[in-house]
């Protein structure tokens, strides 16, 4: 899943739009949590960006676990996106993240996909 490229932008926003990546582990969830609210509550309500940023910080937990992750968060037309995932496993190991993963989608217009290896919050503008 790539981010915005250069001709990205939003009706009515001044520059480029905001993205950041960020290396994690169980002790920088608060840095997901903290992030989403911060570019959700530019686009929606203080409940709206609250319900994003707990799922996005949920999410983040179950794909850290003892490890670490990359969180890449951005602005795309017609939502925000929040994606955490760890280093691939040795294929010897014989993990398929296909078959562990998890969807949803709440009333707040925010959607979930988590596996064990990679996590994608995203809120519908």
């Not at 990205?8 to 990546?21: L, N, Q, Y």
């Not at 955490?84 to 925010?110: K, L, N």
């Amino acid at each position: 899943m790539a981010g915005p490229g250069r001709e990205h932008s939003h009706a009515g926003s001044e520059g480029r739009p905001f993205w950041v990546r960020a290396r994690i582990d169980r002790n920088g969830l608060k840095v997901v949590t903290t992030l989403a609210y911060a570019l959700a509550k530019r686009w929606v309500s203080a409940d709206a960006a609250e319900g994003f940023s707990v799922a996005a910080g949920n999410a983040a937990a179950k794909v850290v676990g003892p490890g670490e992750a990359t969180m890449n968060l951005w602005e795309e037309p017609g939502g925000l996106v929040c994606h955490i995932a760890r280093p691939h496993p040795s294929t010897a190991t014989g993990s398929d993240d296909s078959q562990h993963t998890a969807a949803g989608r709440g009333a707040d217009g925010v959607e979930v996909h988590v596996g064990r290896q990679v996590a994608t919050v995203r809120l519908v503008l």
